[in-house]
Every structure is written in structure tokens, then in C-alpha cells.
């Protein structure tokens, strides 16, 4: 939702980021404001996870150029877990298997540091199997090991039960939707709108459009070569899933 | 005079207390002999390339303690399993403690070897089992020179051990250096079933070397869960010599929480005798300083149709060391084997070292062997994952190094030992866990 004289909540300007000496973004550019969702689009090797690592801070990725701020505040001086603090979330496209760490665990170790301080065990439980059910989580997940042996829906909708509980102020959905079946694609997405609120705001990095029959943009972005080369409305989402990205890059040169 | 000088020729007053027609006096004297040839082990030693003993026995130790301390309980009770109910068998300086331990005739054997070596009705127990599967080399050699206290365990036939049984052995600190060799004989009976903790630890800073001896025989049908607790004083050091016999049907599990002390040799020896054995050797190893320790298992497959599953974690702060060395025969007519061994090491500092050899000696040709090893620094992307959740560094570190260790901790079976060594893991990994993991 566009909301008039809204808060800027994520600004990204002029921003360079390489991995292994490859410089991927060239001078991208976003500004992303309180009750939007923004949706990039691109085809691959466009910079898509690149811009989601570099945000959040893999230590992979570098950022060479320009600055990102949350709420106004540089994000790139902050450490990864100061990130979160802050209230970035990146839902990924391939979440990581920590054996030996179960889900429990993880999600109250997480929500003590985001709160700072532990949340009483007694609403905790109700917290989470109520955000639990609503994804359509078995409960006896809490004793598995993080995303081991989890399939591509469940992990999926595990980063989404993270972002339910973690409540950020901006959520980056890096390919969501890859991997997932129509239902669960269904079920992600009720969960992401349920979380969206006129305080906070969600970028959707996608490479169909099929995620934003669920989750509609206000704006829809074309990343190419490292930068936003064509900006607009959902409309744009389906012209691009008509025609491809072939004509955008025509119209460029 | 150095160490060995002094053992041995403090071996002759020894040898003049004791009885010449007890039926070890042979045993003694061949050992001691053993032991005046061969000397310490020297890094010269295949077996010894990674762990040198100097640092221990260039110290004036005694070698018979007074024996006359006295502890009272409330100042050792975190050292045992006070929240449940077990045997004890407890040492004070390498004498017997009547008052801290809890022994039984009843229906089992738990109490001491210095008895079963000096009473007649033993006779043939010691006969039968004492020094049959000890090695011959020169330190446990010495250990057979001295040896004449430590606990003697014997279950009967289809007995499940209603309990845990705990072998502790505390140094005061009554001298400034001392030597313990404690020898332990534990006869696990058929269909018998009975779980041992076991634990060295100094109650001072003084220096301590402990070179201790354990025998254990699992008759057909036993089972056996041993836990070694190893967090002891900076200036403790032990040489642990356990050799496991095992007959036909056997289950023999032994946990080693290598967690402290300044030199820890582990020489863990399986020998399965018997078809349809189960041996696993399991071990987290936490150190930081200059801490030591080596690992040095032997599973010898005598008998077909058997099993052996090794599984040692290593993590390794400051300038520790570590070394897991683990040898895995496959005798010739030991067809149908399946042995598993793996060892996995975290540096977290770039001055600690690990060394790592594994080796299978395979002479069958119809059996399974595995073998892992790795050594490398904390999973990158898990470390990212954990922190984009807002978990700080340190106790994602933290969650990493106890998940990492979890595969060990979880065969635990004494809920209230797993707890303990829990809470001492995450002590020292240095961050409070705190909740149910």
C-alpha cells in the first residue's frame, strides 16, 4: 500500500557489490518506503541474491560502492546479527542445514536476541505453534534439526515462520517461491500478508511473476547487469512474464 | 635421578612388602623388567609421534602417597552424580575411601582390587582374568609394576545393574607432586548389563600424573556403557590404558569427555572375540590453553559378523593440541564387518593443532570400512544464517561447536550425566545455552 509522506524505511543508493573480484551490482538504486512492497525482477545473473547477500552481509559478497540505510541509519558499518537487530530479514532462497540445532532452539535463541530478553516460556509456546499453524507446520518440527532434511516447501515456509515471529520492520524474500508447489506458494504468501502492515515493508525478489498474483507490489523494479534499468507498476510484472526480458534489454541499447 | 630411575629402584622396597607367593609377584616382576628396558615412550615412538611426555616426568613425584586426607563430601559432591543414586568406588591420593564410597556385596561385586589380589577365594578370578588383556608395553607395564589399589567391579550372569557405578579418583594435593597408577578389574557376567562413570579429577593445582590401567571383560550377551570424565586441573596429566575384551553378542560403548587437564594420553584398546559384537567409541574433545590431548583407539576384529562405530569431535581453542590416532584391524577371518570411524576437528584459533591418522588394516575381503576426518574452521553460511537471525557471533559460535558435539552427547544414556556434561560443554564453550538443547 502507498501511503502518503510515509517513512522511508530501506534506502539503497548507488550501490557496487562484487563476489570474488566480479563486480555483480553497478550503482543500484531503491528506495523503499513504510506499507510498500516492492518487487525486483530479473532474469539470471541479473544481481538478484547478490543484492539480498550484500543487505544482509555474507561475508562472501563486498560491497565496493554507495550506501544502504534502515531508517536512516548505514546498514553497511553494522554486523550481520546487528542487521537483524535492526530489523532486516532475509527470507533465502536456499536456507542453510544446521545439524544438531533444532528448530526450537533456533527460534527462541533468535527471538531473545531480537527482543533482548527471553520471552516467557509460556506465551512463547502458544506463539509459536499458533504462527505454526497458520503456515500449516507440523509441531513436531520444533525437534528437527534446522532445515535438515527439510523439503523445499518446508524450508521455505520455516524462513516465513522465522519472519512471523521475528516480526522485521523490512523483509527481503530472495526467490521465495522457487521450489515451491502452488499450495505452499499460497500458504507463504497469505503468511507474508498477514505480517504486512502499514509500519513495516516487504521486497520481493523473484524471477516469475507467478508470486505476485499473492504477494502484490506497489512497485515492480527490472534488475539487469547490477541495476534497476525500468521501474512500474504490477502491470509491468505481466509484461514481463508475456514478453520475456529480451525487449527491455533491446530498449536499452 | 630422573623419574624411571626412581620407579624403578623404588620397585625393590615395593617388591619387598609384598608377597612372594602372591599369584601377580610373576606378573610384577616381568612388568617391571618390561618397563626398565623400554622406558617412557619417546616421540621417537610411531605410536608416540605426537605426544610427548617430558613436560610430565621431569617432575620429582611421590610415589606413595600418606594416604591420610581426609575430604569432606560437600567439598567434592559437584564431582559425582549427586542428583541420582549410585555405586561409589573412591579413591583419596590412590587409597580407598571407605567414607565417600557406597560398595556392595550384594548380588555384585563392587569394591577393590587390593582385596581380590590379597584374599584367597579370589584366587581364581585373578587367575582367570587379571593382566590377560592388559598390553605389554612399557607404560602399562609400569602400571602392572605398581599396581595395587582401584576398584574391582564383577556382575553376575543376567544381572542389570540397578545403577550407575562410579570409579573416582581425587588428588588432594598433599604433595607437591604425585604419581597414581590406579588398576581397575571390571568383569561384566553373561546377559549382564551395568553402566560405569569414571573420573580423575585434582583438587589442587599441585602437580598430578596419573598412569591408570582398566581390564574390562564382557562375557556373551553383556552389555557395557563406560563414561570418562577427563576435566581435571591445569596441572594434571593422565595416561589412560583401557582394554575391552569382548565375547560373543557383546554391546560395549565408551564416551570420552576429554574436557581439561594439561596432557591426556586416551589408549583405548576393543577386542571382539566373539560374533555379532558391537563396540562404539565415541569422544568430544573441548580445549583451550596449552592443552593436550591424544587419542589413540585400537578396535582389533577378531571374529566375523561384527561392528565398531567410532565417532570422535574435536574443538580446539588457543594453542591446544590434539591428536586422534585410530587403528582398526580386520583379522583375516573376520569376514561381514562393518567399521565405521570418523573424526572431525573445529580450529577456532589459528595456533591450536590438530593431528589426525587414521588406519585400517583390512585382511578380509567381505567387510565395510569407513573412514572420516576433517579439519577445518566453522561452516561459513551456517555462522551467516544463525547471525542474519540476530544471534550474536559468540553464541552462534556457541550453538555451532554443541551442535557439532551433539552427535556424541546424545548416546548419553544417563539423563542426569547427559545434563552435566551439558552444562560443562557449554561452560566451556563459554556462553550460557540456557534452555533445552
Known amino acids: ?253 | 635421578m630422573s623419574l624411571k630411575s626412581k620407579l624403578v629402584s623404588s620397585y625393590l622396597a615395593f617388591d619387598d612388602h609384598l608377597d612372594d607367593n602372591s599369584p601377580i609377584h610373576d606378573i610384577r616382576k616381568k612388568a617391571i623388567d618390561t618397563f626398565e628396558e623400554k622406558g617412557f615412550p619417546t616421540k621417537k615412538e610411531e605410536d608416540w609421534k605426537y605426544t610427548s611426555l617430558n613436560a610430565i616426568i621431569n617432575k620429582d613425584y611421590s610415589i606413595a602417597s600418606k594416604g591420610d586426607k581426609k575430604i569432606k563430601y560437600e567439598k567434592v559432591r559437584e564431582y559425582f552424580l549427586h542428583d541420582i543414586d549410585s555405586y561409589k568406588v573412591v579413591f583419596i591420593d590412590g587409597v580407598f575411601s571407605s567414607f565417600l564410597s557406597e560398595t556392595s556385596h550384594d548380588g555384585l561385586d563392587v569394591c577393590l582390587l587390593s582385596s581380590v589380589l590379597s584374599k584367597e577365594k579370589y584366587k581364581a578370578i585373578i587367575e582367570a582374568y587379571y593382566n590377560k588383556i592388559a598390553s605389554k608395553d612399557s607404560i602399562t607395564s609400569l602400571n602392572t609394576a605398581f599396581a595395587k589399589e582401584g576398584a574391582y567391579i564383577n556382575i553376575p550372569n543376567n544381572k542389570e545393574v540397578d545403577k550407575p557405578i562410579e570409579i573416582i579418583n581425587f588428588s588432594t594435593g598433599n604433595e607437591t607432586a604425585l604419581m597414581m597408577q590406579p588398576r581397575n578389574l571390571i568383569i561384566v557376567g553373561e546377559n549382564a548389563h551395568v553402566q560405569i562413570i569414571e573420573r580423575h579429577q585434582s583438587l589442587s593445582n599441585n602437580a598430578v600424573f596419573t598412569n591408570s590401567v582398566t581390564e574390562i571383560f564382557a562375557e556373551k550377551r553383556a552389555y557395557l556403557d563406560f563414561y570418562k570424565i577427563q576435566n581435571d586441573k591445569e596441572n594434571a596429566s593422565l595416561i589412560d590404558n583401557t582394554f575391552i575384551h569382548q565375547e560373543q553378542d557383546t554391546n560395549c560403548n565408551v564416551h570420552t569427555f576429554s574436557l581439561g587437564g594439561k596432557i591426556t594420553r586416551n589408549n583405548l584398546n576393543f577386542s571382539q572375540n566373539g560374533e555379532h559384537s558391537d563396540s562404539t567409541l565415541k569422544g568430544v574433545t573441548i580445549l583451550k590453553d596449552k592443552q593436550h590431548v591424544d587419542h589413540n583407539t585400537l578396535v582389533n576384529h577378531i571374529s566375523p559378523n561384527c561392528e565398531s562405530h567410532q565417532d570422535y569431535k574435536g574443538l580446539y581453542a588457543d594453542s591446544s593440541t590434539g591428536v586422534f590416532n585410530g587403528k582398526v584391524i580386520v583379522e583375516k577371518q573376520a569376514q561381514k564387518i562393518n567399521a565405521f570411524q570418523q573424526n572431525n576437528n573445529i580450529l577456532i584459533d589459528d595456533n591450536a593443532t590438530v593431528n589426525a591418522k587414521p588406519q585400517l588394516e583390512i585382511f578380509a575381503d567381505d567387510v565395510k570400512c569407513s573412514h572420516g576426518c576433517t579439519i577445518g574452521q566453522f561452516d561459513e553460511d551456517a555462522l551467516f544464517y544463525l547471525r542474519s537471525r540476530g544471534i550474536g557471533l559468540k553464541e552462534a559460535q556457541a550453538l555451532l561447536m554443541y551442535a557439532f558435539a551433539n552427535t556424541v552427547l546424545e548416546t548419553v544414556k544417563i539423563p542426569e550425566l547427559k545434563r552435566r556434561i551439558n552444562n560443562l560443554i557449554a561452560e566451556k564453550i563459554g556462553v550460557n545455552i540456557g534452555f533445552d538443547i
Open chain 1, 1 to 253: 500500500m502507498i501511503i502518503n509522506n510515509a517513512e522511508t524505511i530501506l534506502s539503497v543508493q548507488e550501490l557496487n557489490a562484487s563476489i570474488d573480484d566480479t563486480q555483480i551490482l553497478n550503482g543500484f538504486d531503491i528506495t523503499v518506503k513504510a506499507g510498500e512492497i516492492h518487487a525486483i525482477m530479473g532474469p539470471n545473473g541479473s544481481g538478484k541474491s547478490t543484492l539480498a547477500y550484500s543487505i544482509a552481509g555474507h561475508p562472501k559478497y563486498s560491497v565496493t560502492g554507495g550506501s544502504v540505510t534502515l531508517d536512516g541509519v548505514d546498514v553497511l558499518e553494522m554486523s550481520v546479527d546487528e542487521r537483524a537487530k535492526a530489523g532486516l530479514f532475509l527470507a533465502m532462497q536456499y536456507p542453510v542445514e544446521v545439524p544438531g540445532v533444532s528448530v526450537s532452539n533456533f527460534l527462541r535463541t533468535a527471538a531473545t536476541a531480537l527482543r533482548g530478553e527471553a520471552p516467557k516460556v509460556r506465551t512463547w509456546v502458544g506463539e509459536v505453534k499458533e504462527a505454526m499453524s497458520k503456515l500449516s507446520i507440523d509441531p513436531a518440527f520444533s525437534e528437527r534439526s534446522v532445515n535438515e532434511g527439510f523439503s523445499g516447501g518446508e524450508k521455505k515456509r520455516h524462513e516465513i515462520l522465522q519472519m512471523e515471529l521475528l516480526k522485521p520492520k523490512i523483509a527481503i524474500l530472495d526467490e521465495t517461491d522457487s521450489g515451491l508447489d502452488i499450495d505452499a506458494l499460497r500458504i507463504v504468501a497469505n503468511g507474508v500478508n498477514k505480517l504486512k502492515s502499514k509500519d513495516n515493508a516487504v521486497l520481493v525478489i523473484t524471477h516469475y511473476q507467478r508470486l505476485l498474483d499473492y504477494i502484490v507490489p506497489d512497485f515492480v523494479h527490472v534488475l539487469i547487469d547490477g541495476k534497476i534499468v525500468k521501474s512500474g507498476t504490477k502491470e509491468l510484472a505481466y509484461e514481463l512474464e508475456e514478453k520475456g526480458y529480451d525487449w527491455i534489454k533491446e530498449e536499452l541499447v
